[in-house]
């Protein structure tokens, strides 16, 4: 929010920084583990008293120095340079507050690098001892380095009390420290294990290559059996929602986990069969792939890591796309554009909504999802949404994944949000009408309660007239600045919008909003506003051939016990009746649930039900007469003022819509 957005829409900023950092990490814990295998590798070769064995080790000690000190240091260089651009509020908070920390790293990477370069410069030529000791100082040195950055990048996924008094202290010894400093240190022993073996696969001498390669190999093995327990502790430090990610709430975790434990098990079984029981199967092929593997452990690490905080980039302090948790009720009241620094358009308006949906994607939305790119691809993923259902999905999207953060800003930000990814990136209508044909209430009847005591609806049309609708809505909220006899309109948001569809109508004659068509909603509605983010209706069809519409129903209120990443249905039970009309209908499309025919029961079974006690059908026909269903259905709510006798329509608004369309078909001779 308050710095610019490097703006790569097809491949985003965090793919770029996954690339380096995993590189990165990689070969920086091989830095650590592979000074700790140095030390014991020459200690073996002094013991066994081999020229042979320590000229491995020398070998060794070269390439460890040029991939560490020159790949290490340009990847490292090239983590805080992606970092600040991709990410430059956390980067910048992180800084600040641990800025000792960051200083007393770099004493000990400076520390590192002499003890490196000395250590390979002086091999044979200083004594044993000497020598020796100059590799406990690199290692101690290295181990140090992790020893402070793990502490500094681990408050981002267990901050614990940090998140609240933002104490130095207090958030490096964060909750996960320790399990996390034993585990990096286990994997970077791991890591270490694997380069020699690698190395050891260039040995010509067959001897010094097998003593090698069985030596890596029981490396390899005791550090990953290490490595079980303190990954175990580790997971039992994550706050719970980290914990809940992990354990499969997230599907980011759930597709990548695969390949740690592949990566894993194939680490284990060349480390076993190709270093314990034949090493003399060794060949650079293989250490290739036990690379390979070793790195898809190190990178589902890191990657299950950075999803395990979502929403936020800090956990608990800052979401993901820079803003802090404690911002979040100022911008939902004051708005996001007007409190941003780095946007062109600080309010919306009919002139500018795409332009400002776009701003709105680029800083809430673009640090997790591309366009039409290869990585959590927005296109894709809202393709089957329409402007309507984009609306109420940004509203309530933290509620519906809880590992995305909360849409931040007002609802008129929230609709400039959908209308771009709608109609800019998705190319559909944004269609304002759509909205206004739902709800328990016609326009024409919200407009009769609440406005016809004053106002005729066609004296209104010429002031209205090319007003937009979400202006019209605004005003609502704001009548009473237009006069002093007026109070802003008091009904809910539903009526609001349908009472805003209505007066846009009255210019607009073919954006008429009949309540026939849709009684409170379609069950194809109920599936876009629900379901659509995840599922398109089609392929759910085979899900529901020969499942019962009870059995629809019921299922629906358990949704949570199908699968972990699903909640149960959350609308209203006509709404739940509405969607498994629908998803029933899926496989019996003769059975479609055209709620003017039947959607619980029909307009004749209401009649017979609510009104045939004292009324004959014959006779309604005639009494409805210069009714319309507005008419009507307005008057089914008001009969105890036609009656002293009568009491309103007791049933559910779908109920008195279809009533209402069966009492106009009457007067038409139909039923």
Not at 149 to 167: F, H, Q, R, S
Not at 497 to 526: C, F, R
Request: charged share 20%; with cysteine.
């Amino acid at each position: 929010m308050n710095y610019p957005v490097w703006y790569l829409p097809e491949t985003g900023g965090g793919i770029l920084i996954a690339l380096i950092a995993v590189l990165h990490v990689f070969v920086s814990h091989f830095a650590v583990g592979g000074g700790l295998y140095l030390i014991y590798a020459e200690k073996k070769g002094l013991a066994e008293n081999s020229p042979a064995i320590l000229g491995f080790v020398k070998k060794h000690a070269r390439f460890f120095l040029l991939l560490t000190m020159v790949f290490g240091s340009i990847t490292g260089v090239g983590i805080w340079f992606i970092i600040a651009l991709v990410n430059p509020a956390a980067t910048s908070l992180l800084i600040h507050n641990f800025v000792f920390g960051w200083a007393a790293e770099w004493v000990f990477f400076v520390v590192e690098i002499a003890a490196a370069f000395v250590y390979f410069y002086t091999f044979g030529r200083m004594d044993s001892a000497t020598h020796i000791k100059v590799g406990w100082i690199y290692f101690i040195a290295a181990w140090m380095s992790l020893f402070l950055i793990n502490g500094i990048i681990g408050v981002m996924l267990t901050p614990g009390m940090w998140a609240e008094n933002m104490d130095f202290w207090v958030g490096f010894f964060n909750p996960s420290f320790f399990p996390s400093l034993f585990f990096r240190t286990f994997i970077a022993v791991m890591i270490a294990a694997c380069y020699g073996y690698y190395s050891a696969s260039f040995e010509k001498d067959q001897d010094v290559r097998e003593s090698m390669t069985r030596f890596s190999a029981k490396w390899a093995i005791v550090s990953m059996v290490l490595m079980i327990p303190s990954a175990l502790w580790y997971l039992a430090a994550l706050p719970e929602a980290a914990h809940n990610m992990v354990m499969g709430k997230s599907p980011t975790i759930a597709g990548m986990l695969p390949w740690g434990l592949i990566g894993l098990v194939g680490v284990l079984v060349i480390m076993l069969a190709g270093g314990i029981y034949r090493p003399r199967f060794n060949s650079k092929p293989v250490a290739v792939v036990s690379l390979f593997c070793a790195l898809a452990v190190m990178g589902t690490f890191e990657w299950i890591r950075e999803a395990a905080r979502r929403p936020y980039v800090i956990n608990e302090v800052m979401y993901s796309n820079s803003i802090l948790k404690k911002d979040a009720e100022q911008l939902n009241t004051d708005g996001y554009l007007q409190t941003a620094l780095w946007v062109e358009n600080k309010a919306v308006g009919t002139d500018n909504i795409l332009a400002a949906g776009e701003e709105l994607f680029i800083h809430q939305c673009y640090a997790c999802h591309t366009v039409n790119g290869f990585n959590n691809d927005i296109v894709k993923a809202s393709q089957n949404m329409s402007f309507r259902a984009l609306t109420k999905y940004i509203d309530q999207i933290h509620q519906k994944r809880y590992f995305m953060p909360p849409f931040m800003g007002t609802d008129q930000e929230a609709k400039a949000l959908a209308a771009y990814i709608a109609g800019s990136l998705l190319g559909k209508e944004i269609a304002e009408d759509s909205v206004t044909t739902q709800g328990a209430f016609a326009g024409a009847a919200v407009f009769e309660e609440h406005c016809s005591a004053c106002h005729v609806a066609e004296d209104l049309a010429p002031a209205f007239d090319g007003v937009a609708f979400e202006e019209i809505s605004l005003m609502l909220g704001t009548l009473n600045e237009l006069s002093d006899e007026m109070e802003p309109f008091a009904g809910s948001d539903e009526e609001k919008e349908m009472l805003t569809g209505y007066l846009d109508s009255l210019n607009n004659p073919d954006d008429s909003q009949g309540i026939s068509e849709t009684p409170q909603m379609g069950g194809e509605l109920v599936f876009e506003d629900h379901c659509s983010a995840c599922h398109v209706a089609e392929d759910l069809a085979p899900a529901f051939d020969g499942v019962a519409s009870d059995e629809i129903l019921v299922m629906l209120g358990t949704l949570n016990e199908l699968s972990d990443e699903m909640e149960p249905f959350s609308g209203s039970d006509e709404e739940k009746e509405m969607l498994t009309g629908y998803l029933d209908s899926l496989n019996n499309p003769d059975e479609s649930q055209d709620t003017s025919e039947t959607v619980e029961v029909s307009g004749e079974l209401l009649f017979e039900d609510h009104c045939s006690s004292c009324h004959e059908i014959q006779a309604m026909g005639k009494i409805m007469t210069g009714q319309g269903k507005t008419e009507i259905f307005t008057m089914l709510g008001k009969l105890n003022e036609l009656s002293d006798e009568m009491e309103p329509f007791s049933g559910t608004a779908t109920e008195q819509e279809i009533l209402a369309e069966y009492l106009e078909n009457l007067k038409r001779g139909g039923q």
